[in-house]
Every structure is written in C-alpha cells, then in structure tokens.
C-alpha cells in the first residue's frame, strides 16, 4: 500500500473548507418553505439529476458530467450568484467567477487545480456532450425550484420558459424533460401553450 502524501491530503481539506461558504451563498430561488436556496443546494440537486438521467445516455461519460455539475458554479463562493434574468446584461460575469476560481483553487495540487479549470472552461464552452448535458440539466433544476418554490407574488414565471432553451434542445432526453416543466410552468400561469418568442434560443 502507498504512503499516503500527508501535504496533498492536507491541501485537498483546505480546499474543502475554503469552499464551504458556498453553502450560504444565496440564489434568489426559493425553497418549497420559502427560504432562499444556497448555490451548493442547487449544485447537489444538479448533480444527483445528472447521475439519474445519464443512466439512460450511454453516450455520457457519467463521471465527466458529475465533476462538471459540481464545479460548473464554484467560483460563486467569492462573487456570489447573479440571477438567471440578470446575466444577459453582464457579459463580464464569466470572466470574473473564472479568475475567482482561478484565485480559490490555488491552495490544490496543481493537478487538481488543473482539474477543476478544465472542468469549468468545459461547461462554459459548452462544446461536449457531457457540457450540453450539465447545461441542460442546470436549466431544468432552476426551473423546477421555481415550481416548487414559495415564491413571492409578482414572481416571474413567464421568463422560464425561453430560459436556456438551446442547452434544453440539445437531446431528445432534455427536449422531453422540458415539455414537461414548461407544461406544468404553463398551468402555474393559468394556461396557454409556448409561443415562438418563448422558444427564442437565450444561452444563459
């Protein structure tokens, strides 16, 4: 049996503490009491949906998506998160959460460090099977939280349904996952069918 490397142990565990505020780091979803999910909230629900629907996608490599859904939002534990309607309006913001996680992976081994970078820029380029997959996939948990959530009243159900719609259409498995979600956000708003200005391809 190997030694164990008591120093790449010991920076692997500062790395965990260091991130460990993401799970008060706040999303403007809300939980089905009404409190305000945290980003490692949202990131545990992605990951167990990834797990659950790659077992019918034998074109995924499950591992690869996992580690994708767990650092695709890590850099939110120094810039907090920027909700889903606003981020069309800050094109800087990938930029800034990347140094941010350039910053907090920099107690790691190199080679984890590497890691978690390649992972990120995977997901943010969105060019891979697995990225198109952690990217649909975190468009349906965000909108199923605003279904379940206790949401206030003038909350904005219509905007879910052009939202991310290009990750979404990008397999059969997520097209259908997303007729689903829009027809119970459709029912939320009393009705109607998704129209061709829903369907506009926003990439956020």
Known sequence: MDTPDIRR???VL?????VEPLKDTL??????????????EHCWRLALSAML???????????????????????EVVGGDV????????????????????????TLPRDLADMILARWDEYADAMTPEALAAKALDKLE???????GRNAEDFDYSF??????????????TMAARSIVDGQMLARLGGGHVTASHRSNSPT
């Open 83 to 106: 909700p889903a309607p606003l981020q069309v309006n800050d094109p800087d913001r990938a930029a800034r959460e990347r140094a941010d996680l350039t910053t907090l992976v920099r």
């Open 27 to 40: 999303r403007t979803g809300r939980t089905s009491q009404g409190r305000q999910e945290s980003t490692a």
């Open 160 to 173: 879910n349904l052009s939202y991310g719609r290009v990750y979404t259409d990008s397999h059969p498995q």
């Open 14 to 18: 500062q790395f965990l503490k260091d």
């Open 142 to 148: 965000t909108m199923t939280q605003h279904l379940a």
């Open 53 to 75: 629907f790659a077992a019918d996608r034998p074109d995924l490599d499950c591992r690869r998506l996992l580690e994708l859904c767990l650092v695709h939002d890590l850099g």
């Open 9 to 11: 142990i010991a920076s």
